[in-house]
């Protein structure tokens, strides 16, 4: 039989959906894999969602279970929420990456392993005391032992290449039989090469020689009996990219720079997972946006408030451990009541802890971690191409109400990634900036009736000249003042101005369900994909379940209160032991409940079903 012969007989089968995971050593490759697999399933023009998941160590020991790095992509022929609970197909480089991440796959599921890497010392590192491709694991998965480092090696034999350049290539071995396995075009991988390796043609040709190899490897073995289509998704018409939350975040903050005409000032602190945003906004400076790497947390945000003051938009971006650096300059834009964008790209906590993991553990520090009464507006994105939407609401908000305002994401957000749609910029909103420019009845906290917002008066201004100040002032006029009724006022003031903001922010409506029933399902940020799902599965099954997510997390929806009582019982699925939970209690007297999984990684769909099932039941 020619190979041709047998290729025809190979058959292609439809699916609707896939959950693979790449997981290797760190320095495998994976994370470059399962991006440019994502770019190859964007062009296809399947939905998806992804999970990259790094290592929180630099140099972890090579082999150790604390060096494995993944990639997690989801992609389907109809709208998905999560970038999977389940494994359809693990793609496993050694033993650490096998033992990390089997327990995720399905039964039956597919398993490639590479078989080069499962040597004696590697086995001991992972904790494995016998080599587990030989035990009951062949019984219960699909598994594909495949030398993939000797294959690599092999299509590179007439190269004279050294062992660690070809080792290095393996990855591309994967990738190209993934491509195969899941009828996907190289193309996409093949021009990115060519790009990254226009000055190195030896490397570039031993890349293609690899990717190939491992395409052609699926292709013309008896190893793999069929592969598979998964055909494009109905989506919305329009011009689509695939993007990170990061990107978006930074797509966000230039939109809002044009959208307001301001100079846009950028003072950061590099951070995991922040320091994106820093790297990608600093190739904007075309646009006149500045971007500043600061010495310390402190001087990023000195310096945003310092541009802002200046009549710029003063932004700072940072993680958990930096927000505690930067409460107390935090308070001062809060007490000269100056525009200021704080990102807050939550991680895994207390102190260092999991610096490249998620969670949603910082609610209740950005909403109180300063000292006295300093409210401030919160808002959370829920996707990461609704990074996007909830920065430009941000710097909306900032603006009209002389305001700082926190800008929420996570891990999870800022390096995963889904088909995002561009929008045209006519349709997006303009934010008017109005600068004090009349010198007659000037007085520097002269408010502004309808917003209780102060002038804000650009530094220079003739006639304008004021002082602005962390200690208490007077009312009206900004002189400094330590009248205990004057200190009072201007608490509640304050205060008042930005709980009024709700009045400027849509009612809370349900994404799924019906707008009375049994069960609300409410979450915030990155829960909302997991929630989606649960909420879909729930009501398939016939119960009487809604659920709804918050942007804005202060000042709440103006509705909300009156919106939970639509409900019997109220869920609030959280990475975290219950924030929201407890701010919902203690504003609204409800006895939500809570499903909190602290984990390092998104809350599993059907952990939320279950937990809802259990609250319905009960």
Known sequence: MTLTEEKKEKKIETLEEATIRFAGDSGDGMQLTGGQFTNATAIVGNDLSTLPDFPAEIRAPAGSLAGVSAFQIHFSSKEIHTP???????????????????????PGGMLIVNTDAFTETNLKKAGYEENPLEAEINQKYQVFPIEISRLTQLALEDMNLPGKVVDRSKNLFALGLMYWLYTRPMDTTIDWLKKKFSKDPVILEANLKV????????ETTETFISNYE??????????????????????????????????????????????????????????GIR?????????????????????????TTTSG?????????TGLAIKTELPLIICDIQRGGPSTGLPTKTEQGDLLQVMFGRTSESPIPILAAA??????????????IAVKYMTPVFFMSDGYLANGSEPWRIPQINTLPKIEVKFRKEADGFYPYLRNPDTLA?????????????????????????KICYDPQNHDAMIKIRAKRIAQIENDIPDIKTIFGESKGDLLILGWGSTLGSINAACEQLLK???????????????FPKNLGEFLKNYKKILIPEINLGQLRLLIRAKYLIDAQGFNIVGGQPLKVNGIVEAATKLLKA
């Open 454 to 478: 102060r002038p804000w008066a650009l530094p220079g201004t003739p006639g304008l000249e004021h002082v602005i100040t962390g200690v208490e002032t007077e009312q009206i006029t900004g």
């Open 84 to 106: 999977g609970d389940i494994l359809d197909v693990l793609v496993a480089m050694n033993p650490a990456a096998l033992k990390t991440s089997l327990k995720d796959l399905k």
């Open 383 to 396: 996707t990461p191409g609704d990074c996007f939407e909830t920065m430009i609401e941000a710097v909306r």
């Open 230 to 287: 998964i055909k494009h998704a109905k989506l919305l018409p329009g011009k689509y990219r695939n993007i990170t939350g990061n990107e978006a975040t930074v797509l966000g903050l230039v939109a809002a720079h044009e959208l307001t005409g301001l100079t846009m000032f950028l003072g950061s602190y590099p951070i995991t997972p922040a320091s994106d945003i820093l790297h990608e906004l600093s190739k904007y400076k075309n646009l």
């Open 211 to 218: 990717l190939k190899a491992g395409y052609h490897y699926g």
């Open 541 to 555: 099954q016939g119960y009487k379940v809604a659920n709804a997510h918050l942007r804005y997390l202060n000042p």
């Open 291 to 315: 971007t500043f790497q600061a010495e310390d947390e402190i001087a990023a945000i000195g310096a945003a408030i310092g541009a802002s003051f200046a009549g710029g938009l003063g932004v």
């Open 321 to 329: 451990p930096g927000i505690c650096l930067k409460s107390e300059f």
